[in-house]
């Protein structure tokens, strides 16, 4: 009988290793990488002008594309294992590494201050930001835009708790904003430049000398340390889109329109108000995004601290 079973469980131990075989033969040539893109950026432009394949056909990559209406549900997804690269603010990576994603820090680019900005209607009898204590302000939660709200208080000599925050994504806080359910909203591009336009709304304030407003790449961990050769490739085509970006303002907004939805005229706006090009991540990045997470454990929007360099590209922290 022992003798039986042995032989059972040597033979149920090799289809276990056979299986296991095959499907890491078949996942070698499949190669997919999943990338998760925003209405607006420079991955637009990548995906338009197809650079992605032209870099990583030849490695045997496949592309597939998924769009997001912002960094946290992008995040989600990278949580999941639904997504291998993407592109976020400042915020969403934070609190997506503190709910346990396993995403990696592989790029930056500029600080762009004056892309977004606390909104409030043309009419509105707010002047500062010091006039929004007991006011309700709409925002994306872990949003880059969500920093901004709590330094800007801040900067104001008000607090977090002084302000009644309503959690909305952009289309819903555009719609609570025009119906008026909301005192102010603190939204970025180009969602800034259309609602300014349309409505007349005024800023309170942008992101100038409160918050850098930086844009990051990231990648899933496994994804970094499977084929850190496809990651370069990916920001090798970024980078030379941005260098592009940067010479030919008005061109760009006519590309980003069609699949943006926006007027070139107003995306020219928003275009105007960042530079591009990809940047690597070194200590001052990782302590800059640090100094973020320390605020929002503090306030308790996250539920534990956590190390930025944990989620650094190895060899960069």
Request: charged share 20%; glycine share 8%; hydrophobic share 45%.
């Amino acid at each position: 009988m022992n003798s039986l079973l042995g032989a059972i469980s040597k033979f149920a131990l090799a289809g276990t290793v056979a299986a296991g075989m095959m499907i890491s033969a078949a996942h070698a040539e499949d190669k997919t990488v999943r990338i998760g893109f925003q209405k607006y950026g420079t991955l637009i432009l990548v995906k338009a002008q197809g650079l992605l394949e032209e870099k990583l056909e030849p490695q045997g990559y496949t592309i597939e594309w998924t769009e997001f209406p912002a960094g946290p549900q992008l995040l989600e997804a990278m949580n999941v294992g639904a997504v291998d690269f993407g592109t976020t603010g400042e915020a969403p990576p934070i609190f997506a590494q503190a709910a346990g994603a396993p995403l990696v820090y592989v790029g930056v680019e500029p600080p762009a201050p004056k892309a977004e900005a606390i909104l409030v209607p043309e009419d509105s009898p707010l002047q500062t930001v010091a006039d929004l204590k007991g006011k309700t302000v709409g925002l994306n939660k872990g949003s880059n835009v969500h920093y901004l709200l709590v330094k800007a208080l801040e900067a104001a000599g008000l607090s977090y708790s002084d302000v009644e925050v309503a959690f909305l994504t952009p289309a819903d806080g555009r719609a609570a904003f025009e119906k008026g359910a909301l005192d102010a909203w603190v939204i970025w591009e180009p969602f800034l430049a259309a609602a300014e336009a349309a409505t007349g709304a005024r800023q309170l304030t942008d992101g100038t000398d409160i918050v850098e407003n930086r844009e990051y790449y990231l990648a899933s961990r496994d994804f970094v340390d499977g084929d850190p050769a496809a990651v370069d490739a990916i920001l090798e085509a970024i980078d030379e889109v941005d260098d592009w970006i940067n010479e030919n303002h008005s061109e760009v907004a006519e590309q980003f329109a069609p699949s943006v939805g926006m007027p070139a005229e107003i995306l020219n706006v928003a275009v105007e108000r960042r530079t591009y090009g990809v940047e690597p991540i070194t200590p001052e990045i990782i302590a800059a995004q640090q100094a973020i997470a320390d605020v929002f454990f503090e306030l308790e929007l996250i539920p534990t601290a956590i190390s930025i360099a944990d989620a650094a590209k190895e060899g960069e922290s």
